[in-house]
């Protein structure tokens, strides 16, 4: 598992890493870092599930984290992802979308890191409704240029778009490079419908461009009532995802 998230960094930045780590601290030794947090806080719940964190801040040395900073997307991604397999392989489960990010501590020195992590339940859609815990951390950074976001009508349903009914809806915010679609509860926004896949769709928000990508969906993922595989957003799109029925805002 490992070798394989090495070789996706390596396909992805064409080893520009080596470069940008002219200390010891190497992207692989912190994946397996965060394997080991999956590990040591596992803990055996309800109906025998493991419950492990979701949430990770790996703390760096302020050198490293500079030197890190332009990749620190990427890289807080595929840690995201080589996590969710790892739980996949060892029968652990999340309860809530599965983040890396990245922290300076004044206290480390170049080429040291450690990481914490927590248990952040995420947003749910049941029945039109968005419902998101009190005690949620922000989701995300800074806000995306265009103020990307999905509207979601009471049911469901697509409202006509005036300002009556827009003020029925509710907005979630797009607010990271990648945000998971699904049924299952390590997504970034879970959508509580039998006819949504575990992990549906992503959109995939960079620039000026938004784009759905569906990920093998037993239903399909559908875009003003056509069936896709990928397609470009605008601002007005309709989403459809089961039964759940979703508007692509941005201004």
Do not use: W
């Amino acid at each position: 598992m490992l070798q394989r998230f090495e070789r996706r960094l390596e396909g992805m930045i064409e080893g520009t890493f080596a470069r940008a780590f002219k200390s010891e601290l190497q992207p692989v030794e912190v994946a397996s870092a965060v394997q080991r947090e999956m590990d040591e806080r596992a803990a055996i719940v309800a109906q025998g599930r493991t419950l492990v964190p979701n949430d990770f801040v790996v703390e760096l040395a302020g050198s490293d984290k500079e030197r890190l900073e332009v990749y620190s997307d990427s890289l807080g991604q595929e840690l995201s992802k080589l996590a969710r397999e790892y739980a996949t392989e060892q029968g652990y489960s999340f309860v809530g979308p599965v983040r890396v990010r990245f922290d300076a501590a004044d206290d480390l020195q170049t080429g040291r890191f450690r990481i914490r992590s927590g248990v952040i339940r995420g947003s749910t859609v049941e029945s039109g409704e968005i419902r998101q815990p009190v005690s949620d951390h922000p989701r995300g950074g800074e806000s995306v240029r265009g103020r990307p976001r999905l509207l979601i009508s009471p049911g469901g349903a697509v409202q006509d778009g005036s300002p009556a009914s827009q003020g029925m809806q509710q907005a979630f915010e797009l607010n990271t490079q990648v945000t998971l679609l699904g049924r299952g509860t390590d997504c970034d926004l879970r959508l509580v419908d039998n006819g949504v896949s575990r992990h549906h769709a992503e959109i995939r928000v960079e620039d000026d461009d938004a784009v759905l990508v569906d990920l093998g969906s037993t239903n399909g993922t559908f875009v003003n009532g056509q069936q896709v595989k990928r397609a470009r957003l605008v601002d007005g799109t309709r989403i459809s995802l089961g039964r759940t029925t979703m508007t692509f805002r941005r201004d």
